[in-house]
């Protein structure tokens, strides 16, 4: 089982829809957890952290996190084809060790 | 502020030879991360640094990668000898101690193996 798996993709939306992005983990040790955004060619860069159950917020961006489920997931409210990009799902292990899924790639159609 | 700085931006070699990438981190941010991004893949760990000193580096091929963080600062990351399977980016990133995850990235250095 890998350590961070997300929707192998690709996921395309309708400018204006929701767009869902999911990912699970397997340590239970886990604390922290991270949603990194990655543009073609482009390094990631972080766009959303959550380290308590529940939802996190911030603009367009949700975050909801499920230890009990070990289950991460992103939502992008009035997705925008500047959305566009691939979304990392990373973990804080045990040991302070950062790891990432493999992404899930999404397009917005206008 | 200066963003995480590498060095070179691209790389081309034959098999068989040696490559050095460079990194210097955001000023203060005693985390340096060195991670190995295979196309269409996500990045994974090669070696974490901790100001000088090596907090992670389970995943290092160490029979041909080696890593080296001078006065906590700059870094090297070493390929000797390169291997096909060794073409990929490899990200450098940094963070600050108390925020490990918020990683910053640099832009990376695309390593081409022939």
């Known amino acids: 089982q890998k350590e961070v798996e997300q929707n192998s993709g690709p996921l395309s939306v309708p400018e204006g829809a929701i767009a869902s992005l999911n990912c699970t983990y397997s340590?239970?040790?886990?604390?922290?957890f991270f949603w990194y955004r990655q543009y073609s060619g482009k390094s990631p860069e972080l766009i959303m952290f959550?380290?308590?159950?529940g939802d996190k917020e911030d603009g367009r961006f949700t975050a909801q996190l499920n230890k009990a489920s070990q289950y991460v997931s992103l939502l992008i409210r009035d997705s925008q084809p500047s959305d566009s990009a691939t979304y990392l799902c990373a973990v804080e292990s045990s040991g302070s060790r950062l790891t990432f899924g493999e992404g899930t790639q999404l397009t917005v159609n206008p | 502020e200066a963003g995480v700085a590498q060095s070179p931006r691209y790389k081309i070699i034959e098999k068989r030879q040696s490559v050095a990438f460079w990194c210097n981190p955001i000023s203060g941010h005693a985390t340096l991360y060195w991670y190995q991004q295979i196309l269409g893949q996500g990045p994974k760990l090669l070696i974490q640094?901790?100001?000088?000193?090596?907090?992670?580096d389970s995943q290092l091929p160490k029979d041909r990668f080696s890593a080296e963080r001078l006065k906590g600062v700059d870094s090297t990351l070493k390929i000797q000898p390169a291997k096909l399977e060794d073409s990929a980016v490899y990200l450098c990133?940094?963070?600050?101690?108390?925020?490990?995850?918020?990683?910053?990235f640099g832009e990376g250095s695309r390593l081409t193996v022939l």
């Open positions: 990133a940094s963070s600050l101690v108390r925020e490990i995850g918020e990683l910053f």
């Open positions: 340590d239970r040790g886990s604390q922290s």
């Open positions: 640094f901790q100001n000088n000193g090596v907090v992670d």
């Open positions: 959550i380290y308590s159950n």
